[in-house]
Structure formats: C-alpha cells, structure tokens
C-alpha cells in the first residue's frame, strides 16, 4: 500500500575485499617520493646570473671621479700671494696713512698706498690747478720704468680725501706748485740716502735697488725718533717706510722728517733721517758699522 523503509541489504565478502584493500594502481602503493615543484622557467632561480639592473648613466656612480666644485674667482684661494717678504711685518709698516678713509681702502694702491689718479677738480676748489706729473728718478720694482710723482690736482684731491679743507688755510696755486716741488725733492733726497746704504751691498746687487711700495706714518714715531726727543729733540713732523728690493730681498727703510733751514733755490726744508730698519741681522750689521765710520771719521 504505502511506500515503506526498507532495511538495506549486507555486502558481499568480494566488496568487502575491494573496500578494505585498494588495487595496486593506487598512488597509496607508490613509494613515498618528495614531490619536486618546479617553478616557471621566467623565474629569476632559472637564470645562470643574477640579474643586473642597470641605472640610469647620469647617476653619480657612473661618473669616473668625483664631481670637483670649483669655487668662485673672487675667492681668496684664487688671489695670487703676496711677494715673499724677510720679515714679517713687513706690512704693518706699510699701512695706509689715510686712516679717516677707512671705508674707502678697496680702492687704495698697496704699492704707494695711494687712491687711484683723481685729476677732477674738487666741486669747491677756488683756483685751477695742473695735471701733468713728473717722472722721479727712483726704479719701481717690477718694471723698466721709474716712479711718477702725483701731480698738484692729485695732491689737493689726496689731501681733501684725509679730512684737509682748503679754507682753513689760506692757499694760492703757487702754493701747491711748491708743496708739490718739496714734496718730489724731499723723495729725492730720500731715495739718495738709500743709495748710499745700499752701496755695502754692491757686491750681492751689482744692478741696483729698486722701490717695491711705500708708506706714511706720521703719527707713529719710530724708537730712534723717541729716544731723540727724550734727549731733547724735537719730533719728527712726518715718518715714511719704504720697502725696497734688493735683487729678490725685501728690505724696510725708515724716514724721519725733520724741520730745517730753508731754501728757496732748492726746496730743501727738511733734514732727513734715513737708516734700515732693525728686520734682520744684516741691517744691524750695517747700522754697526756705519756708526763705528761717523765715530771714527
């Protein structure tokens, strides 16, 4: 009638047989292997070599030495040394007179410590004044040629530039034509006296000295013009150190200006005291000996 559960029939022992005992072909038979997985043949492992990347050429690595920044021209690395000097303050000797221009020295000659030629008269000069200039007869160092004295518009204009008014003095033009005469004189006479120095040293500079650079320090008198004035002197109204070279060596003279007799005739007002500065071994020696010839004379 109705559909009813029926109880499922027993296995026979062949299935048994084939349940309990899988056949041969099975991998369960197979002896136990490690399963090799090979990996696709564009893998990096399949590569004899390591792959090289390679970067881009303009990379630092690329570059054979080392990229060397050059520093700008104006550096001081690029400015040529100054001359070898014997004594180390050679410089300090030398410094620029015009100490009221302090914030112009950019533009100051180290050789004659002197702005450059300014031949433009000054907006309030009261009378005109020459531009020509006189060759000296002093040997600048470095050259075939000899120094040139300023001319009288230099001058005013140099003495303007230190602080100088011209209407705190009662100047003509042919005031300046004499300053200018005394003042090339006074450099002649100087420069004679060194001459006569360095005669001893004819021997070691048979062709002479010649003027490296120049210098005023007025207001720094020298140890002889002090002990000068301990004994009574007067000081020196005026001091110029002068180097010279003398073949390859540097050697400092000091000029002490004095007050003296005057002559119109050949514009000597001043009395010169001209000796080598104590620098070196070979000055004493020679201040040594000069002083044994002047006690002995």
């Avoid at 007179?97 to 907006?123: L, R, S, T, V």
């Avoid at 020509?132 to 075939?144: A, F, K, V």
């Amino acid at each position: 009638m109705g559909a009813s559960m029926s109880t499922p029939a027993a296995p026979s022992v062949k299935a048994e047989a084939m349940m309990a005992a899988p056949p041969q072909s099975y991998p369960i038979h197979q002896e136990a292997q490690p399963v090799k997985v090979s990996p696709p043949s564009e893998c990096p492992m399949h590569q004899a070599q390591p792959v090289k990347v390679s970067l881009p050429s303009e990379c630092p690595m690329h570059q054979a030495q080392s990229v060397e920044v050059s520093p700008p021209p104006e550096c001081p690395m690029h400015k040529a040394e100054a001359g070898p000097a014997h004594q180390d303050r050679a410089y300090e000797f030398v410094e620029c007179p015009m100490k009221a221009a302090a914030g112009m020295k950019h533009d100051i000659d180290p050789a004659n410590m002197m702005p450059p030629p300014n031949q433009i008269p000054a907006p309030d000069q009261p009378f005109e004044l020459s531009i020509s200039r006189e060759e000296s007869n002093i040997p600048r160092h470095g050259t075939e040629k000899n120094w040139v004295y300023p001319s009288e518009q230099m001058f005013w204009n140099a003495m303007l530039r230190k602080g100088w008014r011209w209407r705190d003095d009662d100047l003509a033009a042919q005031d300046m034509t004499n300053i200018i005469k005394i003042h090339n004189n006074n450099n002649e006479q100087a420069w004679q006296e060194i001459l006569k120095w360095e005669a001893l040293h004819a021997r070691e500079c048979p062709c002479g000295p010649s003027l490296k650079r120049f210098g005023g320090k007025a207001k720094e008198f020298s140890p002889r013009a002090r002990f000068r004035h301990w004994m009574g002197y007067e000081l020196p109204f005026d001091r110029h150190d002068w180097i010279i070279d003398r073949c390859g060596k540097e050697v400092r003279y000091i000029i002490d200006y004095y007050d003296g007799e005057i002559n119109k005739e050949t514009y000597q007002f001043s009395i010169l005291d001209v000796r080598p500065a104590f620098d070196s071994l070979d000055a004493v020696w020679d201040r040594m000996k000069v002083a044994w010839w002047r006690w002995t004379s």
